[in-house]
């Protein structure tokens, strides 16, 4: 039976060969590998990478979630599994999130016989793409789940911190792009040309308008342009200007809302100046929604095995593509303190490895209440 100084193996291994999003194919091996060897089913499913693992018996199904990528990082860190691929680094701390859903699995594979229902565990691709959780939503593996439980390890809260809402707990993450087409001329003969460096600036304005002017007092989203470019010497008009940016917001009516304002400033500045505007948006995950029960639930728990609680009075503005689970299941998704001095995606991020004691224990338990609870 794994122990604890097991999951901080896997996960030093982890951390040693990390693997790009849907390029996960060694991780895919090792997680399979371990799974062989403790005797738990994989299901079969047509995913390149990533799987589905299944302990127990029975109609209740209730899934447990981990990702499994890494990030184009240069790691800063100094340690004997220091990452050896080049360039790629776990600095999201999935690294932590697989050894401990690893540890999960081995434990209740111990008791697999007392379950009163069936776990499926995922290991998801692509969550740094946003959309591993979709892909594995979409396979169907999951259906008919009564709830999809997950968590992020979050730096700035120490060993044994807990922090959850219920609702909206992370924001959605798009991204929007402006392709504008003018006409270049000599910069002394604007009337021969079509200058769109004069709709950027209106643009740039415009979108500035929407949270300002559209969205009530009361509700909260962020529109950020993050790169503009036009032109390229002193004395040309260009013939075309690019424009993007992203939009964070915490349902689904803002949503749409901020994305249908951003595509009508493109369609009015085009016919306003005669020029061609493309408006691109670009879904990326959703918000993460925790269900209500299962949040109240997840609290219970979590203070039944030691972890002090705290209520997070709102959402954060990261992404997390959870969501793909949260939008179609009854799910609930947690920070966990990791006590890293470096925050998620940093090159120097470097997580306490003690986190791996408890959130085995926190799902295990979870699990069984949830099996054990024939009222839902
Ligand atoms: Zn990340
Ligand atoms: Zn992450």
């Known amino acids: 039976m794994p122990q604890y100084e097991d999951y901080i193996n896997w996960r030093r291994t982890f951390h040693q060969y990390p693997e790009l999003s849907d390029a996960e194919y060694d991780t895919t091996k090792r997680i399979r590998d ?51 691929n080049k360039g790629v680094m776990h600095a999201c701390g999935h690294d932590i999130h697989m050894a401990s859903v690893l540890g999960v699995a081995a434990k209740l594979k111990e008791m697999e016989n007392l379950l009163n229902g069936r776990v499926r565990i995922i290991f998801q691709s ?69 200058d769109p460096m004069i709709v950027l600036g209106q643009l740039i304005n415009s979108v500035q308008s929407i949270v300002s002017r559209n969205l009530s007092a009361f509700d909260n989203a962020v529109v950020t342009i993050g790169e503009v470019s036009c032109g390229n010497t002193w004395n040309v008009i260009a013939d075309e200007a690019y424009v993007q940016g992203t939009v964070r917001s915490f349902d689904e009516d803002k949503r749409l809302l901020i994305e249908e304002r951003l595509r009508s400033i493109g369609r009015g ?44 009075d709102q959402p954060l503005t990261i992404g997390e593509d959870f969501s793909g689970f949260s939008n179609k299941y009854p799910s609930v998704f947690v920070f966990i303190g990791s006590n890293s001095e470096y925050d998620l995606h940093h090159p120097k991020y470097d997580p306490d490895e003690r986190i791996l004691e408890k959130v085995p224990d926190y799902f295990v338990t979870f699990v069984q209440k949830l099996l054990d609870d024939n009222e839902r």
């Open 34 to 84: 371990i799974l062989e060897a403790l005797d738990i089913k994989v299901l079969d499913l047509p995913l390149e990478t990533g799987l589905v693992a299944e302990i127990g018996q029975g109609d209740t199904l209730v899934a447990v979630r981990t990702d499994i990528d890494a990030l184009p990082i240069d790691e800063q860190v100094k340690h004997e599994f220091t990452s050896t």
């Open 126 to 194: 692509a969550e740094e793409l946003g959309y591993g959780a979709l892909n594995i939503a979409n396979t169907g593996a999951i259906d008919g789940a009564k709830a999809v439980l997950g968590y992020h390890n979050y730096p700035t809260l120490d060993i044994g911190e807990f922090a959850v809402k219920s609702g909206v707990i992370t924001s959605s993450v798009d991204r929007f792009e402006y392709k504008i087409k003018g006409k270049g001329a000599h910069a002394a003969k604007p009337e021969q040309g079509n």
């Open 269 to 312: 500045l085009s016919e306003a100046f005669g020029v061609e505007i493309e408006t691109l948006y670009h879904r990326l995950p959703g918000a993460v929604i925790n269900d209500d029960k299962l949040t109240n639930d997840a609290i219970e728990v979590a203070q039944e095995v030691g972890y002090n609680v705290s209520i997070m």
